[in-house]
């Protein structure tokens, strides 16, 4: 009896404490989006967490995005040649990377590199008392910190992500018709008549979304962030794997919801 | 005024404030003292509903600060952190003039850049400062910055959180000549936190000195010397011998 009851305590704590987070999560979620609708908009704000978000991500967006196009079309000519179905390289490397490579690795690298920097200097924000001088300053962090960032992060993120399947299907062809001996117009027909608007629509939502995970994920851990050094550490680390783990949660929610018909 | 009434605060099982009853009249300077650790800052920022209390009551001017309209209350108060907590972001006067670049007060930027200069120039920094990073200056000046922009919307009501650690002695006699001049010329109600008795003696009106969360003394500042209170007279005199245990 007892031994059953201290087995279902250790189990029922860590859900419950999941639990709790998610509410969390969510309320705070809640919060940021009735924020964005009343003012003051900090416009300013805004238009910085859209340069740094946006403009400095470029780089590395266009990177993973052209060299997992390249490496999509080996693997799947590679794969593809053991049932001689070597043509169909250009529209499974479309198909591929905006439905699915381009939104994801892009969310994950938005991850990595926004959400990480967000909680990080929102952590040392709090831990150095700016987030209560904002206050006292009759500024709501919410507003000024949380909104713009978060609406940047839902606005730009799906343009980065068009741009990566862009880039991503632009590896592909230049795998495909430098190395795989492809056609260049033929390639470049057969990616176009094959993808339908609604791959480019699922890719671009997705990116919408996985953008707002990142940046409020980044927002969250850092206005919770504890005290000191080691509380910057802490939250960074858990937003960056919050916003991983979401993203590629959200990622399968929204696959099943646009695909499985 | 401000009035406190059998404030409570605990952070889970540590005790820091119990039963704090303290008056700060309009229009004059109260300094609190007491040992490091012993819950100034907690204090003040309960006040500032910054921390939640655990109880108690806070009154301004007779009304409960919790039920208060949060923007119109904040706006009447200045806050100098212990730490100066300037916006590393922004530049030395965009932190000061912070308030008048937004919200109520906002007014045009070439104005509000006039008057972050002048408020820096009263706490002793000269205007190349103005547009250096918070980073770029040494603590004693990161606090005087903070003082500046505590100060530049004229509040009502300012706290200031130790306010001259960290300076030189000449800067700190500057420092509490401008708290004084603040409560006797803009009517302002004061109360700074203060380790320095130089300062004690140049800006208070009224002290109070906080020992195991409780409000130990308080009186007028003359009334300091002979109050007859065995942990005060420790405090005052720097003796490690005493009521108040040296290990804390
Ligand atoms: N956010 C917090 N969480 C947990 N404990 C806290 C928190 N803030 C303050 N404390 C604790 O409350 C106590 C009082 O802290 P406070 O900063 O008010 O001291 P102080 O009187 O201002 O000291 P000093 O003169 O050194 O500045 C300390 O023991 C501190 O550890
Ligand atoms: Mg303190």
Not at chain 1, 115 to 141: G, R, W
Not at chain 1, 147 to 165: E, S, W
Not at chain 1, 208 to 226: D, H, P, R, S, T
Request: hydrophobic fraction near 50%; charge should be neutral; aromatic fraction near 8%.
């Amino acid at each position: 009896m007892n031994l059953a009851a201290t087995f279902l305590a250790r189990i029922g704590a860590p859900v419950l404490a999941f639990l709790a987070a998610i509410g969390r999560v969510a309320i705070y979620a809640a919060e940021a989006i009735s924020h964005i609708a009343r003012p003051p908009f900090y416009f300013k704000e805004f238009v910085q967490s859209v340069i740094s978000i946006g403009y400095f991500s470029l780089p590395v967006v266009g990177l993973t995005a052209i060299f997992t196009g390249g490496a999509l079309a080996l693997q799947i000519y590679a794969g593809g040649s053991r049932f001689s179905a070597e043509a169909v390289v250009p529209q499974i490397v479309a198909i591929g990377m905006v439905r699915e490579l381009g939104p994801v690795l892009v969310g994950l690298m938005i991850a990595a590199r926004v959400t990480s920097s967000i909680a990080a200097e929102i952590a040392t924000m709090k831990v150095t008392e700016q987030i209560d001088a904002l206050v006292t300053l009759s500024t709501h962090p919410m507003k000024y910190l949380t909104v713009p960032r978060v609406l940047a992060a839902l606005i730009v993120v799906p343009l980065l992500v068009g741009l990566g399947d862009i880039i991503g299907v632009m590896g592909g062809f230049l795998v495909g018709t430098k190395q795989l001996g492809f056609n260049p117009t033929t390639y470049m027909k057969n990616t176009i008549d094959f993808l339908e608007a609604p791959d480019v629509w699922s890719s671009l939502a997705k990116g919408a979304v996985f953008g707002f995970i990142a940046a409020l994920m980044g927002c969250y851990y850092g206005m919770q962030a504890g005290r000191g050094a080691q509380g910057v550490g802490r939250a960074t680390k858990s937003s960056v794997e919050a916003a991983a783990v979401l993203i590629l949660a959200a990622n399968f929610v929204l696959t099943s919801l646009f695909f499985s018909t | 005024m401000i009035e406190l009434r059998d404030l409570h605060k605990s952070f889970g099982d540590k005790k820091v404030l119990q039963g704090v009853n303290l008056t700060i009249p309009k229009g004059e300077s109260m300094v609190v003292i007491g040992g490091s650790g012993t819950g100034k800052s907690v204090l003040i920022k309960c006040i500032l509903g910054l921390v939640p209390p655990s109880s108690g009551v806070i009154l301004l001017d007779g009304e409960d600060v919790a039920k208060a309209e949060r923007d119109a209350f904040l706006a009447r108060f200045g806050m100098l952190f212990q730490g100066g907590a300037l916006f590393d972001s922004l530049s030395v006067w965009q932190n000061v003039s912070f308030r008048l670049l937004r919200g109520s007060l906002k007014r045009p930027k070439a104005e509000a850049r006039e008057i972050a200069i002048d408020k820096l120039r009263r706490v002793g920094l000269s205007p190349e400062v103005a547009d250096l990073y918070p980073a770029e200056l040494s603590g004693g000046m990161q606090k005087r910055v903070g003082l500046a922009r505590a100060i530049a919307a004229e509040p009502e009501i300012i706290f200031f959180d130790e306010p001259t650690t960290g300076l030189d002695p000449i800067m700190a006699g500057v420092i509490n000549e401008l708290i004084r001049e603040i409560v006797t010329e803009m009517g302002a109600t004061a109360m700074t936190i203060t380790h320095d008795m130089t300062s004690v003696r140049a800006i208070a009106d009224k002290v109070a000195m906080l020992h195991d969360g409780m409000i130990q003394w308080t009186g007028p500042v003359g009334e300091m010397d002979n109050s007859g209170d065995p942990y005060l007279d420790q405090f005052i005199h720097g003796r490690a011998e005493g009521p108040i245990e040296s290990v804390r």
